[in-house]
């Protein structure tokens, strides 16, 4: 016990030990990284401390495991997301209750040999959550991704020849590795439960067999897509005159020479969008070959047309370096000078006559021969290239930073930035979304009471990120789709903090992403799921509330002015606390599942705008939430809700469950279901639900409204079958919720059959109408049939 104590405390010394060497210094300045840096760079530069400072390899510092601990700690942090974020946004004091890691570190041998096994290889993508949503989710194309962990061997047994497939598929499909250890989520999502796991997308179909190149190869193939022409004298006309848009690439083969069909299907593949490439076999078709002049080798035509006199010999037989050849055939991308590129931008505000790609280069910057097959990929795009060199003053009013980079002019008007991986796949899909929306990229000129911010009369939807964040980088997509789905009235941008340090600051922008929708000047910070769906109910919230907003005079007429028929549902709440933020989308959802049901009423009170009222109501906690009723004798009464399930699903069953607010819904039993309900002449309506049902929860509030609006027609009963096993058995239930209806016993009839009439609707309205159709009209019920069991059968 004595040796115990003593351990906790030395713990408990070391912790407040390692607090104090890391109060005060910035978490990014020890890793020697920059704030905006990657995941990939965060990593890449924890390896490289983790090597020269292990203790292992510093056993005269006795310091050495301390800064260890240290630097471990801060690696911790910053390669999570949400860490990241509390840090960016509070410090280490945003830490302190969500973080207690980083008391333990591996071996020297493990950080030196297998840590980040993939980050140094140019052919192998590695994914994070983020990329996989934008790269791998969002396109139909073909990845083969290697799920692997650090600290499994089979995977280090894997990796060179991981490497090989990637050389040997570069350009063919897409080669990802994702660390399951840094992206456990990820994984999991994915069904990853052991490692290596090599899965193949978008079918998402596991890869079970041998594990060496020529296999892998051959599984991968499978799924390529591209397709090679059989050229011969019967198609050979017609198949130049359907595929006329696109120059030739064409592989004579002679008695001997030819590509393999492996490597014919990988030139294919590589070259899909910019060339058809076709096979003619000359052995077979000498007549042909002899009027284009060939007996073997490979050509490529360009759009005068294939004739004897045209083709430019490609040599060599690796796919990867024919295609290289081809596309130094392809025409370069434009580049446009001053007077062409200022008008492009002098058209801005008012728009293209055609979308623009722009692809920013500086004078030094390799030109990507890859990029040549861009205005293929985009026919209905201009495409050009300006050297910020010669133009850097232009550049500069665009705040263009970074090389290469790529900006879409839109046909709407403004520009949007690309932030992706320079490839010509992953460039080409960003400007085809990019052109179908109004998104554009933001900066100070842009801010100002003609156009957005805190001034201006014009709604705005504008989200405030950085580049290196992986949430921001997931919701990029998302805002885009909201932009493109919301039908008019709102105008959405984008603001990158990396470039707009200032402009951000002067927003008080400290965490990213930020979103805020400006509507009549008025900002209001969303808290929401990160998807377009959940971001348009967000802006259909804000310009038609929901909830009533209430301050010290509303509330007294309204809550404490309320009469024994009205309950509010209140929500006293600060905008800076990060539990009120998350309850705020429910307390929306709340108001509007309740919307219908008479008597019940939702508001909300911002109490750092009206501490006055909060604290006259002892409000001294976030979020508060209580319900107001008036007792009998008409006094005001509230009751908290104090349940950690703050979501608007949780809260209506506490209600009803707590006999807070008045059922129309009688509850039946085993025995009570026999006599008032098979046994009754008048209809029945019966919801058959479980307590742990969320969307019998959902349903509650309808299915009131149903019962008060049929009152008098249609008796409503309620059925739990967690309580009644025996009763819901009987009816033969397949889910819940269940909504039966009985229409009374038929003349000569003892009783209704116990299934009774499976009603699937299950909105309150279009339920009404249905059953305002084939109800009888109205009849007052006798005492002797509301209350049958009150009356001897004899």
């Given at each position: 016990?004595?040796?115990?104590?003593?351990?906790?405390?030395?713990?408990?010394?070391?912790?407040?030990?390692l607090?104090?060497?890391l109060?005060g210094?910035?978490?990014?300045?020890?890793?020697?990284?920059?704030?905006?840096?990657?995941?990939?760079?965060?990593?890449?530069?924890?390896?490289?401390l983790?090597?020269?400072?292990?203790?292992d390899?510093?056993?005269?510092?006795?310091?050495?495991?301390e800064?260890?601990?240290k630097?471990?700690?801060?690696?911790?942090?910053?390669?999570?997301?949400?860490?990241?974020?509390?840090?960016?946004?509070?410090?280490?004091?945003?830490?302190?209750?969500?973080?207690?890691?980083?008391?333990?570190?591996?071996?020297?041998?493990?950080?030196?040999?297998?840590?980040?096994i993939?980050?140094?290889?140019?052919?192998?993508?590695?994914?994070?959550?983020?990329?996989?949503?934008?790269?791998?989710?969002?396109?139909?194309?073909?990845?083969?991704?290697?799920?692997?962990?650090?600290?499994?061997?089979?995977?280090?047994?894997?990796?060179?020849?991981?490497?090989?497939?990637?050389?040997?598929?570069?350009?063919?499909?897409?080669?990802?590795?994702?660390?399951?250890?840094?992206?456990?989520?990820?994984?999991?999502?994915?069904?990853?439960?052991?490692?290596?796991?090599?899965?193949?997308?978008?079918?998402?179909?596991?890869?079970?067999?041998?594990?060496?190149?020529?296999?892998?190869?051959?599984?991968?193939?499978?799924?390529?897509?591209?397709?090679?022409?059989?050229?011969?004298?019967?198609?050979?006309?017609?198949s130049?005159?359907?595929?006329?848009?696109?120059?030739?690439?064409?592989?004579?083969?002679?008695?001997?020479?030819?590509?393999?069909?492996?490597?014919?299907?990988?030139?294919?593949?590589?070259?899909?969008?910019?060339?058809?490439?076709?096979?003619?076999?000359?052995?077979?078709?000498?007549?042909?070959?002899?009027?284009?002049?060939?007996?073997?080798?490979?050509?490529?035509?360009?759009?005068?047309?294939?004739?004897?006199?045209?083709?430019?010999?490609?040599?060599?037989?690796?796919?990867?370096?024919?295609?290289f050849?081809?596309?130094?055939?392809?025409?370069?991308?434009?580049?446009?000078?001053?007077?062409?590129?200022?008008?492009?931008?002098?058209?801005?505000?008012k728009?293209?006559?055609?979308?623009?790609l722009?692809?920013f280069?500086?004078?030094?910057?390799?030109?990507?021969?890859?990029?040549r097959?861009?205005?293929?990929?985009?026919?209905?795009?201009?495409?050009?290239?300006?050297?910020?060199?010669?133009?850097?003053?232009?550049?500069?009013?665009?705040?263009?930073?970074?090389?290469p980079?790529?900006?879409?002019?839109?046909?709407?008007?403004?520009?949007?930035?690309?932030?992706?991986?320079?490839?010509?796949?992953?460039?080409?899909?960003?400007?085809?979304?990019?052109?179908?929306?109004t998104?554009?990229?933001?900066?100070?000129?842009?801010?100002?009471?003609?156009?957005?911010?805190?001034?201006?009369?014009?709604?705005?939807?504008?989200?405030?990120?950085?580049?290196?964040c992986?949430p921001?980088?997931?919701?990029?997509?998302e805002?885009?789709?909201?932009?493109?789905?919301?039908?008019?009235?709102?105008?959405?941008?984008?603001?990158?903090?990396?470039?707009?340090?200032?402009?951000?600051?002067?927003?008080?922008?400290?965490?990213?992403?930020?979103?805020?929708?400006?509507?009549?000047?008025?900002?209001?910070?969303?808290?929401?799921?990160?998807?377009?769906?959940?971001?348009?109910?967000?802006?259909?919230?804000?310009?038609?509330?929901?909830?009533?907003?209430?301050?010290k005079?509303?509330?007294?007429?309204?809550?404490?002015?309320?009469?024994?028929?009205?309950?509010?549902?209140?929500?006293f709440?600060?905008?800076?606390?990060?539990?009120?933020?998350?309850?705020?989308?429910?307390?929306?959802?709340?108001a509007?599942?309740?919307?219908?049901?008479?008597?019940?009423?939702?508001?909300?009170?911002?109490?750092?705008?009206?501490?006055?009222?909060?604290?006259?109501?002892?409000?001294?906690?976030?979020p508060?939430?209580?319900?107001?009723?008036?007792?009998?004798?008409?006094?005001?009464?509230?009751?908290?809700?104090?349940?950690?399930?703050?979501?608007?699903?949780?809260?209506?069953?506490?209600?009803?469950?707590?006999?807070?607010?008045?059922?129309?819904?009688?509850?039946?039993?085993?025995?009570?279901?026999?006599?008032?309900?098979?046994?009754?002449?008048?209809?029945?309506?019966?919801?058959?639900?479980?307590?742990?049902?969320?969307?019998?929860?959902?349903?509650?509030?309808?299915?009131?409204?149903?019962?008060?609006?049929?009152?008098?027609?249609?008796?409503?009963g309620?059925?739990?079958c967690?309580?009644?096993?025996?009763?819901?058995?009987?009816?033969?239930?397949?889910?819940?919720?269940?909504?039966?209806?009985?229409?009374?016993?038929?003349?000569?009839?003892?009783?209704?059959?116990?299934?009774?009439?499976?009603?699937?609707?299950?909105?309150?309205?279009?339920?009404?109408?249905?059953?305002?159709?084939?109800?009888?009209?109205?009849?007052?019920?006798?005492?002797?049939?509301?209350?049958?069991?009150?009356?001897?059968?004899?």
């Open positions: 016990m004595k040796v115990a104590r003593m351990m906790r405390r030395s713990f408990v010394w070391f912790l407040f030990s607090s104090v060497v109060a210094d910035d978490f990014y300045e020890i890793l020697g990284v920059e704030r905006s840096a990657t995941a990939k760079e965060i990593r890449k530069a924890f390896k490289k983790a090597i020269t400072k292990h203790p390899k510093n056993p005269d510092d006795p310091k050495a495991h800064t260890f601990l630097i471990t700690r801060v690696y911790e942090v910053l390669k999570d997301e949400d860490l990241r974020k509390k840090y960016d946004l509070h410090g280490e004091e945003g830490l302190k209750e969500d973080f207690h890691g980083g008391g333990q570190y591996e071996s020297w041998n493990f950080y030196n040999e297998e840590f980040g993939y980050d140094d290889d140019q052919e192998i993508i590695t994914l994070s959550r983020s990329d996989f949503e934008q790269s791998v989710d969002g396109t139909q194309d073909i990845w083969f991704i290697n799920f692997y962990s650090p600290h499994c061997s089979h995977c280090h047994e894997l990796a060179p020849t991981w490497r090989e497939l990637a050389k040997e598929l570069e350009g063919v499909i897409r080669i990802g590795a994702v660390n399951c250890e840094d992206d456990f989520m990820l994984c999991q999502q994915n069904g990853i439960h052991s490692f290596p796991s090599l899965v193949m997308f978008p079918a998402r179909e596991k890869y079970h067999g041998n594990r060496n190149t020529r296999d892998l190869v051959r599984h991968a193939l499978k799924f390529v897509r591209a397709e090679v022409i059989e050229l011969w004298e019967g198609n050979f006309q017609k130049l005159e359907e595929n006329s848009e696109k120059p030739w690439l064409i592989a004579f083969c002679g008695e001997e020479s030819c590509l393999s069909r492996t490597n014919r299907l990988k030139l294919s593949a590589i070259l899909a969008d910019v060339v058809n490439f076709g096979t003619l076999r000359c052995k077979h078709n000498e007549n042909l070959c002899d009027k284009l002049g060939k007996e073997h080798g490979i050509f490529y035509y360009g759009h005068d047309g294939v004739t004897k006199d045209k083709g430019i010999e490609i040599s060599g037989s690796d796919p990867q370096e024919i295609a050849q081809v596309m130094s055939q392809l025409p370069d991308v434009k580049d446009l000078d001053r007077e062409v590129f200022g008008n492009l931008v002098r058209k801005m505000t728009g293209q006559d055609k979308d623009w722009v692809h280069v500086d004078e030094e910057e390799h030109q990507e021969i890859e990029f097959k861009l205005p293929a990929m985009l026919p209905q795009f201009r495409i050009g290239r300006v050297n910020c060199r010669k133009l850097w003053d232009i550049c500069k009013k665009l705040h263009v930073n970074k090389f980079s790529f900006y879409v002019f839109k046909r709407s008007g403004g520009y949007e930035i690309y932030y992706g991986r320079d490839t010509a796949p992953d460039v080409s899909a960003f400007a085809r979304d990019s052109a179908s929306t998104l554009v990229s933001l900066g100070p000129d842009d801010f100002n009471p003609n156009k957005v911010g805190p001034s201006s009369q014009q709604p705005w939807f504008v989200d405030f990120f950085a580049p290196w992986p921001c980088m997931r919701l990029l997509p805002f885009r789709k909201a932009a493109r789905d919301y039908d008019g009235g709102v105008n959405f941008g984008t603001v990158d903090c990396t470039i707009h340090g200032d402009l951000c600051q002067m927003y008080n922008i400290r965490s990213y992403p930020t979103t805020i929708f400006y509507n009549q000047s008025v900002p209001h910070q969303y808290h929401g799921h990160h998807d377009s769906f959940h971001i348009l109910q967000f802006i259909q919230d804000t310009l038609n509330p929901p909830v009533v907003s209430l301050d005079g509303t509330f007294r007429q309204l809550v404490q002015g309320t009469d024994r028929s009205t309950v509010w549902f209140v929500d709440f600060a905008p800076w606390c990060g539990p009120c933020q998350q309850l705020a989308p429910e307390w929306r959802n709340l509007k599942m309740l919307k219908d049901l008479d008597g019940v009423k939702v508001g909300q009170v911002d109490c750092q705008a009206h501490g006055d009222l909060c604290s006259s109501e002892n409000v001294n906690s976030y508060t939430i209580r319900l107001y009723s008036k007792s009998a004798e008409g006094l005001l009464q509230f009751y908290y809700y104090n349940s950690w399930a703050r979501d608007a699903v949780n809260i209506i069953a506490w209600m009803f469950e707590s006999n807070l607010v008045p059922s129309n819904l009688e509850p039946i039993n085993q025995n009570t279901f026999y006599w008032k309900v098979l046994r009754s002449s008048k209809p029945w309506l019966i919801d058959f639900y479980a307590p742990w049902c969320n969307h019998c929860h959902m349903f509650r509030p309808k299915i009131e409204v149903v019962a008060k609006t049929l009152k008098g027609r249609l008796r409503v309620k059925v739990n967690d309580a009644d096993q025996s009763l819901c058995q009987q009816v033969a239930l397949s889910g819940y919720p269940s909504i039966r209806l009985y229409s009374g016993i038929s003349p000569g009839k003892d009783a209704q059959h116990p299934y009774g009439e499976e009603v699937d609707i299950y909105e309150a309205q279009e339920l009404i109408e249905y059953l305002e159709d084939i109800l009888p009209e109205d009849s007052k019920e006798s005492e002797s049939e509301r209350n049958p069991l009150d009356h001897d059968e004899l």
